[in-house]
T-cell receptor, first 112, second 121 residues
Framework: AQKITQTQPGMFVQEKEAVTLDCTYDTSDPSYGLFWYKQPSSGEMIFLIYQGSYDQQNATEGRYSLNFQKARKSANLVISASQLGDSAMYFCALGGYSTLTFGKGTMLLVSP | GAVVSQHPSWVICKSGTSVKIECRSLDFQATTMFWYRQFPKQSLMLMATSNEGSKATYEQGVEKDKFLINHASLTLSTLTVTSAHPEDSSFYIC?????????????????FGDGTRLSIL
């Protein structure tokens, strides 16, 4: 069975500062993927970043980077230079052969 | 690229009505689409996996006769909530994965539609 855990219900950060959103996972699959999605209040799910279990380097996409520590089974999202538009719900997801298992999400609020 | 269109965005209807939600992949082909349900302030819950040309695979606890899924083409899947009641009110969102040849499924992100807010009175 796959399990994904986001322990931070909410996070606050000031504009222009960096913030780390935590995500831990558990799976018995030898190959898997870790994904982060952003969900603004309007509801759409926006794909942010992906990390494959066999990737040697941490994934980066613009201001987003994924701190992947395979031995600890963690895949934390780091947002650098936070912007007001980053305020949203963030979901970590574990991808197996076919489906995604989502964490409960972390609400991020960026203040001026 | 990888745009998924979901329609309608909002539905308000009377109890007992059947509601159809469409999910289209606009610029790629999707042999597999997914339907999720999300309650306020909660995570996405997978309802079913929609496979083109075959029957959908439903998650445990999801009523097949209540939530009819049809995936008639590589770009369209539909979810029909039959005889909807107030407890069916929720946010429904679909996703599709670009079937990139040679790439493992675990490496492909799911691309989501904008969701449908369903309110049954």
């Amino acid at each position: 069975a796959q399990k994904i855990t986001q322990t931070q219900p909410g996070m606050f950060v000031q504009e222009k500062e960096a913030v780390t959103l935590d995500c831990t996972y558990d799976t018995s699959d030898p190959s898997y993927g870790l994904f982060w999605y952003k969900q603004p209040s309007s509801g759409e799910m926006i794909f942010l970043i992906y990390q494959g279990s066999y990737d040697q380097q941490n994934a980066t996409e613009g201001r987003y980077s994924l701190n992947f520590q395979k031995a600890r089974k963690s895949a934390n999202l780091v947002i650098s230079a936070s912007q007001l538009g980053d305020s949203a719900m963030y979901f970590c997801a574990l991808g197996g052969y076919s489906t995604l298992t989502f964490g409960k999400g972390t609400m991020l609020l960026v203040s001026p | 690229g990888a745009v998924v269109s979901q329609h309608p965005s909002w539905v308000i209807c009377k109890s007992g009505t059947s509601v159809k939600i469409e999910c289209r992949s606009l610029d790629f082909q999707a042999t597999t689409m997914f339907w999720y349900r999300q309650f306020p302030k909660q995570s996405l819950m997978l309802m079913a996996t929609s496979n083109e040309g075959s029957k959908a695979t439903y998650e445990q606890g999801v009523e097949k006769d209540k939530f009819l899924i049809n995936h008639a083409s590589l770009t369209l899947s539909t979810l029909t909530v039959t005889s909807a009641h107030p407890e069916d009110s929720s946010f429904y969102i679909c996703s599709a994965r670009d079937a990139v040849q040679g790439a493992a499924a675990v490496d492909q992100p799911q691309h989501f539609g904008d969701g449908t807010r369903l309110s049954i009175l």
